[in-house]
């Protein structure tokens, strides 16, 4: 089945943490849409979020896209449509020259250096709140976005500051968690549910001291939940952080980049 909308929401530090949360939302999700999820993704090494975040996007490994965050972070290094990497983004837009794509980061490096600069592709930065409303308003707006991104930052501040896996920090999980639900209600309220492939996951997870960056399960494994009309199972078969650009290609039927490294898995389509 082919979608007309890919909402990919990634909440950063979560990794496979979503286990253990409250996630009322989501439990709601599930039990009112077609899915297929895994608790036991893998992530990119070294666990840091432009290696990761990179390789969701481009769908290639850190060492092909050589991406970090103090790169991705300087305004000079801001990419354009001309790169070895396409981004999932600029694949859309050759496919769809007119519409509506958005990237709304709580981290703006994101959009800065891994979204291409000349595609135009609506970028925001802000808090939680400024992102949901941003998200909201376009939702709600003419155009639906053909192609959303998503990233809350907040999980993986919990987890700096507190530890992966404590209490505070699976609190910070349930917050993100009330968030997905305004959108998925949203969604709802436009009557785009079953025309939307939703994609939730985590670009990489911590440890209990606040660290990530290392090869540990606790920060190589995370979640990816894929939810909508025809989905084919409940769990995912095996699967890296690079699959999920060729998961968007295929519910948006976009030509593939020959660099992608990644697959789709089983059970999802």
Excluded at 18 to 29: S, V
Excluded at 44 to 50: K, N, Y
Excluded at 79 to 84: A, C, L, P, Q, S
Excluded at 133 to 160: N, T
């Amino acid at each position: 089945m082919l979608y007309d909308h890919v909402f990919l929401i990634g909440v950063d530090g979560a990794g496979n943490f979503f286990r253990e949360a409250d996630t009322p939302n989501l439990d709601y999700i599930r039990a009112h849409s077609s899915y297929a999820e895994t608790f036991d993704a893998q992530t990119a090494f070294p666990t840091i979020s432009a290696e990761c975040w990179g390789a969701m996007l481009l769908g290639v490994t850190p060492e092909m896209h050589g991406l970090t965050n103090g790169y991705v972070s300087d305004e000079t290094h801001k990419r354009t449509g001309d790169v070895k990497y396409p981004s999932v983004f600029k694949l859309a837009r050759e496919k769809y020259p007119q519409a509506k794509l958005v990237s709304y980061s709580d981290w703006n490096p994101i959009n800065i250096g891994i979204v291409e600069d000349d595609l135009g592709v609506d970028k925001k930065t802000g808090s939680i709140v400024d992102i949901t409303k941003y998200i909201v308003d376009s939702i709600e707006s003419d155009e639906a976005p053909k192609l959303m991104f998503v990233q809350y930052d907040s999980v993986d501040g919990a987890g700096h500051h507190f530890g992966y896996g404590t209490q505070q920090y699976y609190h910070s999980i349930s917050q993100i968690d009330a968030h997905i639900g305004i959108i998925w209600n949203t969604l709802r309220c436009k009557g785009l549910l079953s025309s939307t492939l939703l994609i939730i996951t985590a670009d990489h997870g911590g440890t209990p001291q606040g660290g990530h960056g290392g090869d540990t399960p606790a920060e190589r494994t995370i979640y990816c939940g894929v939810f909508g009309d025809e989905i084919k199972g409940e769990t995912i078969g095996k699967m890296d952080v690079w699959d999920i650009p060729p998961v968007i290609g295929k519910a948006l039927n976009l030509a593939s980049s020959p660099e992608w490294v990644g697959k789709i898995p089983n059970n999802i389509f």
